[in-house]
């Protein structure tokens, strides 16, 4: 078992994109905010009125690319969210007596022991030897699976940014983790032979993928007959009832500022699961029950640690969008506009 060293600090029938974009999914199990403790509603409510268009739009890959270049260039991501950029996981206990007390790293570490358990791939027979991390940031994930749970294996992790793959190598490294290793491959036009990996592993990146049918079924291909396919991701919910106005815009703004095509349900990700006729025992959940504290508490270590943006005068705009936007995706998981999408399968023998 590894220790944790927290660092310093990214033949299917495709669905109708006008389907993708509006499916809506089941409301998130969350527990509304009262005005007294929403300290950041004001904020976001102000912004909302005078910045209602998001300003980074999904138009290409390469925007993708651009983008979490940016964030690792600037070195703003990885000083606050450390080697892992994904949501926490915090337990009903942890939340009762405030989600801040957690420590805010600690709680990523937790989110990925849980999605391991939750998987079931360290009960598989022959236990796996081969992974892929598809969407592997800095490659956090990527490590902390090599050290603590597959020693005798490797993990591959694959992102579209060459800034993230040069960071993950270096941490690899500096870390001494010689059995995670990164490339830079397009999730949705893999060059990996089929049945390759026993477990493909995926947490907040098919939010970034323009075909949400293409990110599943090359999932699939390159999975080994028996092996495990899991991921997370954030989705909206299932319609009916249909989106209000309201909601529509909402969510075209969280579309268009950290540039996502679009967002699927969770019961749609279960239905090309099952259309691409190579999965099976495909399950899922909504952990938005567990995730939600997370936003808030990104804005939170910001505001207790500012010297390295306020150092950087230049990064001052985005910084802001950014923690704004993270306050109105709060607010749209906290309405059970968006859930928090866990799906898992094993492919057919």
Known sequence: MGVRVPLRKPALQTLPTSVAKRDVGIRASATPVSRRSDKFGVVGRIYQRFFPKGSRKYEAGSTVANEYDSWTNDGILEHYWGEHIHLG???????????????????????????????????????????????????????????????????????????????????AKEQGVPNANFELKDALAMDYPDNTFDVVWAIESGEHMPSKTKYVEEMARVLKPGGVIVFATWCQRRTPPIFSEEEKNELQFLYDEWAHPHFVSIDTYKKIMRMTGKLENVESDDWNRFTLPSWRHSIWVGVYDPWIVLRKPWTWRKCLRDGITLERMHRAFNKGVMEYGMLKATKKE
């Open 89 to 171: 996981y915090y337990t009903p206990e942890e939340q009762a007596k405030g989600y801040k007390k957690k420590n805010f790293i600690e709680a990523k570490f937790d989110f990925i022991d849980r999605m391991v358990e939750w998987s079931g791939i360290l009960d598989m027979p022959a236990g796996p030897k081969k992974v892929l991390d598809v969407g592997c940031g800095f490659g956090g994930s990527s490590r902390y699976l090599a050290k603590k749970y597959f020693q005798d294996g490797t993990v591959t992790g694959i992102t579209i940014s060459p800034n993230q793959v040069k960071r993950a190598k270096e941490l």
